[in-house]
């Protein structure tokens, strides 16, 4: 289907895939502008688990080459680009300055092979200014009560420092990529709020009717901001814990949050559901809720309805 809509890009992730992408492409008789994702070596910015994990992902840098040699060989792909992708919600540059300098090393090296690199995809990751990232020290300060939010940067910053890196470093190629990002969470995480009532208080817990399969994001790994609707954050202002209406222990909204205080049917704003949230909401003993679109002119428009038992 992609290849008959005009794909950019097939980015690889494994030799099988551009040997199953190689297949379709010879019996479609076309021709497939293409890539790999490669998985860098950025030392201290992913460690320990992290590393681990995201290791399942694209081929290591130090076998880049010889995998575009060997797939250089099947027929109906054109290999012009090289991607990778580093995580999500990423609140430093630093991390995007080493990978613009190990795949442009790794297009030069190419080069000399013979290939010619149209495009470098540095991926995602790049955050949103609301989301709150969960790092250990922030993680251990919530159960004192102290909400910290480490500050993220512009993303005009983002753009400054990457494209200035880019240039300086590709300035030895005849010629030069594009430089591509995929900055989808960036835009998209504030346009979407989940909207919530107080349904049971048992202090300091708060039952709410949504649940946290309506936003399946790790605690672990983030946190929306959370407001409550008509209240003054000058008002009084106690700690709660925010879970959701479903039979899973795990589904939890946030822990010793400091909000106004809150009584029954309070209208409360779960912000940040604006990426990997629809498309991911799964009806684990609660019912998918309605959702909505508002227009430019301030018009609802229902794009999906609310689920059934």
Do not use: C
């Not at 240039?167 to 960036?186: D, I, Y």
């Not at 954050?233 to 106004?260: C, E, M, Q, W």
């Not at 029954?264 to 309605?290: E, H, K, N």
């Amino acid at each position: 289907y992609a290849l008959q809509e005009g794909i950019g890009y097939f980015y690889f992730e494994s030799l099988e895939d551009a040997k199953r992408v190689s297949a379709i492409a010879v019996a479609m008789g076309k021709k497939v502008k293409s890539g790999f994702r490669i998985h860098p070596r950025l030392g201290g910015f992913l460690s320990g688990a992290a590393e681990f994990y995201i290791t399942k992902f694209g081929i290591p840098i130090e076998k880049a080459v010889e995998i575009y040699q060997e797939a250089q060989q099947l027929p109906n792909l054109e290999l012009e680009a090289i991607s990778s992708h580093i995580g999500s919600q990423i609140i430093s540059v630093r991390p995007y300055l080493q990978l613009v300098d190990q795949l442009t090393r790794l297009a030069i090296l190419l080069t000399k092979q013979g290939f010619t690199i149209h495009e470098i995809n540095l991926g995602g990751g790049f955050p949103s200014g609301t989301l709150i990232k969960t790092t250990p020290f922030n993680f251990a300060l919530r159960f004192l009560g102290v909400q910290y939010r480490h500050p993220v940067p512009e993303l005009a910053t983002y753009a400054e420092e990457i494209a200035k890196r880019f240039g300086q470093r590709v300035e030895s190629l005849a010629l030069k990529p594009v430089l591509a990002t995929e900055p989808g969470r960036s835009f998209a995480s504030q346009m979407g709020i989940l909207v919530s009532r107080v349904s049971v208080l048992k202090e300091p817990w708060v039952i709410l009717d949504a649940s946290k399969y309506f936003i399946p994001e790790s605690i672990f790994f983030a946190q929306g901001d959370i407001a409550v609707w008509g209240k003054s954050d000058n008002v009084l202002r106690r700690i709660y814990h925010l879970a959701g209406s479903s039979l899973n222990t795990s589904d939890v909204f946030a822990t010793h949050k400091k909000l106004p205080e809150l009584g029954l049917g309070d209208i409360v704003l779960l912000l940040d559901a604006g990426a990997y949230s629809i498309s991911r909401a799964i009806p684990f003993t609660v019912v998918l809720p309605p959702v909505y679109a508002i227009d430019l002119y301030g018009k609802l428009h229902l794009i999906q309805r609310k689920g059934t038992y």
